[in-house]
């Protein structure tokens, strides 16, 4: 009885913690959605467990292999601390765990930087194109004007700025393009399009945030 009545109190917890997250005008708009993505998760979670009893062990290996890789593709590219050179080459370096999963699923690591540094990139031109109160909108063309001008010189944005500018001369994008279309570019120059990105620059999803930055 004690173990249901924790169980019960930690959903109800999740619940409210996502609840805290909804952008629903009402507590009962906001708790109902809540509930239903709970409700949801819960169900995939289940399904999961059954998948992985059935599942046969070499697809499992390659599994867990692709999950390792979206893992670590995703924290490169959703990157954003453009000041820390040292905290983005630790994520660039190849581990053994890391190298592990290249190995079962056939990458080298040279083909496995080569996509990190893409998203890496593409990850700059997605995040400094949009509003940072709202990632679903994308920044005004003079705002990105102000961006590529000006923040060159401020002292806290200079590396951010910086990053971008080689985001896309990486790209061959110029930059009177990103300041008129902003992350549009990607596919105007069809950025995604490569095999490899296809196959395996895949990333791993983030909880639904305030600002939308999960949409990303």
């Known amino acids: 009885m004690e173990t249901i009545i924790i169980i019960c109190a930690i959903i109800f917890f999740i619940i409210y913690l996502v609840a805290q997250d909804s952008k629903k005008e009402t507590a009962k708009e906001r708790y109902g959605e809540a509930i239903g993505y709970v409700a949801h998760s819960t169900a995939n979670k289940i399904a999961t467990v059954a998948h992985d ?17 979206a893992d670590r593709n995703g924290k490169i590219y959703r990157f954003n601390d453009y000041s820390h050179k040292d905290r983005i080459e630790m994520l660039l370096k190849v581990d053994d765990r890391l190298k592990q999963s290249l190995d079962i699923l056939g990458l080298t690591e040279c083909r496995w930087l080569k996509i990190a540094k893409h998203l890496f990139y593409i990850g700059i031109i997605r995040y400094l194109s949009r509003e940072h109160s709202d990632f679903s909108k994308k920044n005004s063309e003079f705002i990105r004007q ?71």
């Open 146 to 216: 102000h961006i590529i001008n000006d923040w060159i010189s401020d002292t806290f944005l200079k590396d951010d700025v910086a990053t971008l500018k080689e985001a896309l001369s990486y790209f061959h994008i110029s930059e009177e393009d990103w300041i008129k279309f902003g992350d549009t570019v990607i596919e105007m120059y069809n950025l995604n399009e490569d095999k490899d990105i296809k196959e395996f620059g895949i990333v791993t999803q983030i909880m639904p945030m305030r600002n939308n930055r999960h949409l990303l």
């Open 53 to 69: 009893i059935a599942e046969p062990a070499n697809k499992k290996r390659i599994r867990l292999a692709m999950e390792r890789l």
